[in-house]
């Protein structure tokens, strides 16, 4: 091979020749863009060829694209986001503190698989749990946030375990559909966060807290294995500086005025400018974890839907399950409006261990307890569609069956919507005791000062089961039966079963009081003497949902100062919750609304004690949670003697100088009137018209009073039997008559006076349909202190009451403060009641009636407040005064006694004169 080169010609011998053409290099050009456009326009062709074969398919598929996208974003604009912050069971999550926080705010929220929701019934059939989680809508979750406040220099300040109990809430967006919503979620398809728990942490006594650390408790029994993890977020509250709040409060948009007004009786524009300020004087405040996002910390984004949270019309959605009903197992429902329209159904029940299945008609028994009045329905239940409808006035629902069932009940308030109405039971916990496992609590006493104790004990009773020929059956013969049936089976093995033998009718619980050196100052044994309880039941999901409860023994302790732990233990199975107080703290009572609501609302008495090793305790599976609910009033608990008018009425007057009034007042009370008091007792009688009255006295001869109230200088006269009984001439506006002596019996009176006016008699049984009234001795709040003198008798319960007076037309409320004074000193013994020595009572003026008050030219107060005074068996007979003290008098008056039931011995004195 050889090569020449030329100026224009390249030539390779032996191969091939190639020639470059200078001259014709710009045509060759244009055959090559001549076939580049020629391959792109087929290319194009081609594919809108494809484009055309598959529109229908592909414009489908876009359409959905982009309504995805819509739907996420108008989604998005109705949520509220907010950032939190995944804890797990290693490593700890820590947040800064600085001096200025004071308190703190946890809000979590346990998170679960999606498909354990619970959202929607139908996802259970196609889902695959595991055999540990619950598939009910009764389904809890528990977790348990460890936590450690750290200084400065790491050393721990405190350290403790804070157990939540949380369940997934369903709302109800769609009346008509029934369709549910949940109020959060996460972005992530998986996982599903539960409702929002908080807990409140108090650094006032840690001046030196510098961190703050979490992670999900490690115990496998604080936390539940379908819990994946725990999001948390950590706030301070905050007082926001004085130059801030004046502009502030413009800064805020409708929405955000009317959530911060939800709390005040005015809506925000109705605010004046002092109120507003307080509304911003605080707020909570977040704090973010310390470290690098993805190694210190995990967060995610949280969602919350505005319309659950503003909106009216949005209302918990109640589950499809009902409430289990039986005869052993009753459900109470309170009413509150004043007319309700209530609609039961019914469905079979699985039957409790050791029950039989449904067998057979149930009948259902439906009791309703008013104000004073009681009614009651039964009828039979086949098992078909029928419900029960009937309209009730406000009060307590009773409902129980002889089969097991479930109940799902409906309300419709007047002129309301129907809804439907669960009433969950109040929760409280209780520690298990049982052979040779007792329980310690500390007492810790205030200035050596005896700490007041309440001990409430249920005892753990066996189920029902149905014996040979309905036959009751014994302990060991239940504890057979239990154990041999299927439910047993599927129960995890616990601690219960080495205890199972405790189980007996003859129950006690043994008191020891140690002191500081663990040596015994004080033994007793406290009887468990209360039947079954047809209302409380064990609501743990465990082993003990299967027994029953008896109702509570409860026993008052005043713990002396020497003393600093309360053993309790017993032989036998039995439910422990301890309580204590201050011993000068204040009881405060606010009337009517106390008198009027349901006791779960009132202001607390008395505070719960954990045992001193709750922690070990809790492991041992032996704290557990029962459900109670409200008492209907029984007809034997009804005095019989005060319904039968034998009672004696005690009017107390104070000690010292004082000044009072007579009112004349309406009588609300539905006592019968003794013959006895009759001369206190007035009723109107009509002007120029004859009327027959019957007076009653135990004498033979009484000299009947009238009290008049004119307008004006009148004439009057008072024709009896056709005669001319009394005549006069009245001047002042006001005023009290003695009329001449008169036989008891039926007379006719007339009347006979012009003008205007009002006028009262006594002695006179009330005519049908007319109102009574009562002359009483009030005692003006002149000194700001009354004081009374009181013997108490027996050592039974004793109930004073007192009633206080308003000027007609007073709004501001009224607060008195009761005293016990030379209240005795209590010893190691135990009590089964409680005196509290300081009561405050927060007064709401009646604002109703109209008592006029004697001796005075046009002065009226209202109907009265009545509130009680409870003295009870802890104190031993005595003498006792009690002050009555307000801090401002608002001319208020005061009635202050004692009904006592049963009649006392009455005596006449009868002196002879000699001529």
Known sequence: MYKTQYPNITHYGGLRYQINFNQNRSLWLDFQAIFRYLYQILFILFILFLVWQSWHYSSDWLKKQGEKVIQSQEERTKTLKRVVYILNKNDWTEFPLLPKYQLLKVLSNASI????????????????????????????WRYALEYRILDKKGRVLIKDIYHHRTRITVYQNNKETQEGQLAAYYTDPNQQPTDGRNMLINLSEYPKAALLQFRIHSEPKSTDPGVINVAIRVYWLETVKEYKLAFLWHRLNHVQKKTLAQGSIYDYPLLNEQEKLNLLRQKWTPIGPLGIVGEAYQYRSFYIRREIIKSKSVHPEIPNYGVFVDALHWKILTLLAPKNQVRLTFKKALPLLGQSPFTSAALIHIRWYGDKRRLQYSFEWDGSEKAFEQGFANGLLEISASQPLMMRAYVKPFDLPEEEIAQPPLLITTTLVQKDKSVDYEINHNDQQATPVRVNIRRLLLPFIEGAEGNELSNSEKIEKITASEQWNKIPSLSFKEGIEGFSADCHVIYTMLNALGESKKKGTLPLTQPRSFYDRITTDDLWKWFDLSEADTYYFSIPSDITTLRLSSPCQALLAVYNRPAALLQKTSVPEDYESDKSQQQPAWFRLPPKNDELIFQQDRILQVGIQNRPPRDKEKNKDLLAGRYTWEDYKPDGKYRSRYILTPRDSQLPIRDQSYGVYYQEIPKNHTITLQFV????????????????????????????????????????????????????????????????????????????????????????????????????????????????????????????????????????????PKRHYDLQPAGEGQAMVLNTRDDFVDKGRFFVIPLQSDLPPGQYQIELTSEKSLKALVTFGKITAGLEEMREIFQDFQD
């Open 697 to 836: 006295s135990p004498r033979k001869r009484i000299q009947p009073k009238l009290i008049y109230q004119i307008s004006r200088p009148t004439k009057i006269r008072i024709i009896r039997d056709n005669r001319l009984h009394y005549k006069a001439y009245l001047t002042g506006k006001r005023g009290e008559l003695k009329l001449p002596k008169l036989t008891t019996g039926r007379h006719r009176l007339t009347l006979k006076v012009k003008g205007n006016g009002r006028f009262f008699i006594n002695y006179a049984k009330p005519v049908s349909k007319k109102s009574v009234y009562i002359k009483r001795l009030a005692h003006q709040f002149q000194s700001k202190i009354l004081r009374f003198n009181y013997e108490k008798i027996s050592n039974n319960n004793e109930l004073l009451s007192a009633r206080i007076y308003m000027p007609q037309g007073t709004k501001e409320r009224f607060q008195v403060q009761v005293k016990l004074t030379k209240h005795p000193q209590m010893s190691y013994n135990y009590y089964t009641s409680w005196t509290f």
């Open 113 to 140: 698989p999606y498909a354990l929701n619970l959202k929607n019934d139908i996802q259970w059939q196609n889902v695959t749990v595991p055999e540990t989680l619950s598939r009910n809508s009764e389904q809890e």
